[in-house]
């Protein structure tokens, strides 16, 4: 079973930036897709970024596109999501997920069986 801890938010001003950082365990991490999801007060779980198995494809959401970055170590079982030019509506729980698949609709939540416990992301005014 794999187990995830995100890391890297906290609070920042519209424009700054932010590396969140999951580390992962269990032997799906390394061939499997990683996904950001983002959930704020009273709205639903949004998708963020996806990157595949091994790195070699990248998905984003038009929101996201352009400021946000994801990445993934594999050797160090760990998945970034870089954050530029942060805005006050990028506020919420970022959590990652892992899928225990090597391919499928990235975007999909359903394809994500293991979930971290979410790290804050704070942007002010």
């Known amino acids: 079973q794999a187990k995830l801890v995100e890391s890297g938010g906290g609070l920042v001003q519209r424009g700054d930036s932010l590396r969140l950082s999951c580390v992962g365990s269990?032997?799906?991490?390394?061939?499997?897709?990683m996904g950001w999801f983002r959930q704020a007060p009273g709205k639903e779980r949004e998708f963020v970024a996806a990157?595949?198995?091994?790195?070699?494809?990248?998905y984003y959401p038009k929101s996201a596109k352009g400021r946000f970055t994801i990445s993934r170590d594999n050797a160090k079982s760990t998945v970034y999501l870089q954050m530029n030019n942060l805005k006050p509506e990028d506020t919420a729980v970022y959590y990652c997920?892992?899928?225990?698949?090597?391919?499928?609709?990235?975007?999909?939540?359903?394809?994500?069986?293991?979930w971290g416990q979410g790290t804050q992301v704070t942007v002010s005014s």
């Open positions: 997920a892992a899928s225990e698949m090597v391919r499928g609709n990235m975007a999909n939540a359903g394809i994500y069986k293991h």
């Open positions: 990157i595949s198995g091994y790195g070699d494809r990248e």
């Open positions: 269990g032997r799906t991490f390394s061939g499997s897709i």
